[in-house]
């Protein structure tokens, strides 16, 4: 079975541009997380959906960061503009939701952007 | 609220030697507790995770962990240390509900040949 699948890979883009993560979690899963991995920071959560409606995006950094997830087979982040502080690895992973806190998230492969 | 706290960010062994990382956590309600390893640009894979369970959980590539209420711990360790386990190992815990992982800061292990 195909795990969680995130686009880009590496991302390189110049201050100012817009950039947009996409995610495609687990099939069956209904919760979808997005992290943000940096060295000053560590891993951070930016927000969470379950059944695709957003419970706690108080992780993102501000305005400029934007998340959906239209249906159950896809998420984005967006950030516009970019700035050279986003510059991190960013995570998405899914959990089925009923099983609840003992289940375990698995994660995607991360974007690694570059804002220059 | 909960939190995770692991002490050292970076662990060198000999290969062969005992792997010891130190988990400790704080939570107001009985904590879900997770390990995970990140070898270098890849993701986050689950070693192994405490459910209320049993209290020495196994997992993967011969890792196991005990949870001690007492102490407020979830120390990782591995009896024998090969050169693959080199990579960077994240305790998380989490509360009820299906609520996101809080991460530790990371541990990065150095295996030495």
């Known amino acids: 079975d195909a795990g969680v699948i995130q686009s880009p890979r590496h991302e390189v883009t110049e201050m100012g541009q817009e950039v947009t993560l996409r995610c495609k979690p687990i099939s069956g899963h209904n919760s979808l997380f997005w992290y943000r991995q940096t060295m000053m920071r560590g891993l951070e959560l930016l927000i969470y959906f379950n059944n695709n409606v957003p419970i706690d995006d108080s992780g993102m950094p501000e305005d400029r960061f934007s998340a959906k997830m239209p249906n159950a087979s896809f998420s984005t982040l967006k950030i516009q503009p970019s700035e050279p502080r986003d510059s991190a690895v960013y995570f998405c992973?899914?959990?089925?939701?009923?099983?609840?806190?003992?289940?375990?998230?698995?994660f995607g492969p991360g974007t690694r952007l570059l804002v220059l | 609220a909960q939190s995770v706290t692991q002490l050292g960010s970076h662990v060198s062994v000999s290969e062969g030697a005992l792997v010891l990382l130190r988990c400790n956590y704080s939570s107001s309600v009985p904590p879900y507790l997770f390990w995970y390893v990140q070898y270098p640009n890849q993701g986050l894979q689950l070693l192994l995770k405490?459910?209320?369970?049993?209290?020495l959980v196994k997992g993967i590539n011969g890792f196991e962990a005990e949870f001690k209420k007492s102490e407020t711990s979830f120390h990782l360790t591995k009896p024998s240390a090969h050169m693959s386990d080199a990579a960077e190992y994240f305790c998380?815990?989490?509360?009820?509900?299906?609520?996101?992982?809080?991460f530790g800061k990371g541990t990065r292990l150095s295996v030495i040949a």
């Open positions: 992973a899914s959990s089925p939701l009923a099983a609840g806190p003992k289940e375990t998230q698995y």
């Open positions: 405490y459910t209320s369970a049993a209290t």
């Open positions: 998380a815990v989490r509360g009820s509900g299906n609520t996101p992982l809080v």
